[in-house]
């Protein structure tokens, strides 16, 4: 808990981080790029927070599952980003419909969001409707990924579900295609968030190519973390009691700093400094199995849009990602959302939901894993405000995903953004950056 005390302590530091998450992760890059010394202190083993990747029996295999797109800029600003690899999905998604699966197309600039509808329009049996529902659902895909965020911010606000309705789509294009897919996007089944994160949610996946981090999510906080001079991150230890001067832990004692960070994510950082809001979470689930062949080779994401089963969206993911299985294994990730089914009997329900999904028979397959995070992603009801301000005062930050969007994006902007905040109250000019930050980038 945030306390008064003045820590007059031999360890002493320009700013110390708590959590050594992608925000934190971030946050400190941004400063030590521009001379200041650094201290990010971790409560767990290993740095990336939410963004982990377990070994198991050869299989890499991701707690959380995150899907990236191509057009998340603060992302593609990460160094090395493109040494490690990005694993792309093929165009486009895969939707089971009417018992069918349909190819939605290749989406990545206003042009080509076009061709979901050509696409759909081409299926043997068009789950969307008919050629003029489909030249609908691309022209509004197409003027979506056109739109600038600044006016997609400035749009009435509501709830993505009275949103969709008002779109203009007919009820079928909805329910078949966009209601799943934002579904997945937001990790909020019953599209209770603010319309506008919706609109940056559906503007990212038109504009870019979704993908996965080439070995695993964890990738990209190992990533972040080698970007810092040696030294910076220390895991294993656990803030118990922190104020502007300094925090003190379990491990280490206390550490002086001329800023504090909070980057530990909502429910931590209201715990340290009372007062902070904890917003509402949605959950999530990723179940992994292994199976004797791939169900399919394609590197595709699949969604359900019929609601016959738990699974939300799979994928072959050593399609996807080689790396992520030992050679000649098969890995399938699948991603359930809201409250999961009881778990004796989770495994024997999604391999049925897989079975229909995939059009083939899944009594051999292999549970690998299954991760249940009940606070997976803070809630972005309306009104969200993306830019919650990260300075509380000078000397006192807070980032994470609960300051921004509920996204890697968001995690990695808040970062960035209170990194910004404390140079200025520092004095210090930022190596990386001289003009003032977009509202959202
Ligand atoms: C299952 C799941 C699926 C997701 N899917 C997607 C997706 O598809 N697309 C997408 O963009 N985003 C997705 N996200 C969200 C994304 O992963 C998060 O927004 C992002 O990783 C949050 O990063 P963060 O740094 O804000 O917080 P965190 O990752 O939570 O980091 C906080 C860190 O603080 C540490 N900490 C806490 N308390 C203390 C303390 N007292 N002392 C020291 N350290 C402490 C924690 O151990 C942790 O490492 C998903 C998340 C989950 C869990």
């Not at 009881?342 to 024997?348: F, K, S, T």
């Not at 919650?388 to 005062?393: H, W």
């Not at 807070?398 to 970062?415: E, I, N």
Request: include cysteine.
């Amino acid at each position: 808990m945030l306390s008064a005390a003045h820590h007059s302590t031999a360890q002493q530091v320009d700013v110390v981080i708590i959590g050594a998450g992608i925000a934190g992760l971030s946050a400190a890059r941004h400063l030590t790029s521009s001379g200041v010394k650094v201290s990010v202190l971790e409560a767990a083993p290993r740095v990336g927070g939410r963004m982990a990747t377990d070994e198991v029996d050869g299989f890499r295999l991701d707690r959380g599952g995150q899907l990236l797109t191509t057009s998340y800029p603060e992302l593609l600003r990460t160094p090395g980003l493109d040494g490690v690899g990005l694993r792309k999905f093929s165009p486009g998604v895969l939707v089971h419909s009417d018992g069918r699966n349909y190819r939605t197309g290749a989406v990545g600039s206003a042009r080509s969001a076009l061709t979901v509808a050509r696409a759909l329009a081409s299926a043997p049996r068009p789950p969307l409707g008919g050629a003029v529902d489909q030249a609908r659902l691309g022209a509004a895909l197409g003027r979506l990924a056109a739109t600038p965020t600044r006016r997609l911010l400035a749009r009435p606000e509501r709830t993505a579900l009275e949103a969709l309705s008002a779109r203009g789509l007919p009820a079928r294009t909805v329910n078949a295609f966009v209601r799943p897919l934002l579904s997945a996007l937001l990790c909020d089944p019953g599209l209770g968030t603010s319309s506008r994160c919706a609109d940056l949610a559906l503007h990212a996946f038109a504009r870019g190519r979704m993908f996965v981090m080439a070995g695993g999510a964890a990738a990209l906080p190992e990533l972040l973390a080698r970007t810092l001079p040696e030294g910076t991150v220390q895991t294993d230890v656990c803030v118990t009691d922190a104020s502007i001067s300094g925090v003190t832990t379990k491990e280490h004692g206390e550490i002086g700093c001329r800023a504090l960070v909070l980057a530990t994510g909502a429910r931590a950082a209201a715990e340290l400094l009372p007062g902070l809001r904890v917003p509402d979470f949605h959950p999530r689930t990723v179940v992994h199995h292994t199976a004797p062949e791939p169900p399919m080779n394609e590197p595709a994401l699949l969604l359900d849009a019929d609601g016959g089963g738990p699974v939300a969206y799979t994928a072959v993911m050593s399609a996807v990602d080689p790396s992520r299985a030992p050679a000649g294994r098969t890995l399938i990730s699948s991603t359930l959302l809201g409250t999961p089914p009881p778990a004796d009997g989770l495994d024997r329900s999604v391999r049925a939901h897989l079975a229909k999904l995939y059009g083939t028979p899944t009594d051999d397959w292999e549970l690998l894993a299954v991760h249940h995070d009940p606070e997976a992603v803070p809630a972005m009801p309306p009104p969200h405000d993306p830019r919650r301000p990260v300075r509380l005062l000078s000397g006192l930050y807070v980032c994470g995903d609960h300051r921004d969007t509920s996204t890697v994006q968001g995690a990695l902007f808040s970062g960035r953004r209170a990194a910004h905040a404390i140079l200025r109250d520092l004095g210090v000019r930022p190596e990386y950056e001289t003009v003032s930050l977009p509202a959202v980038a």
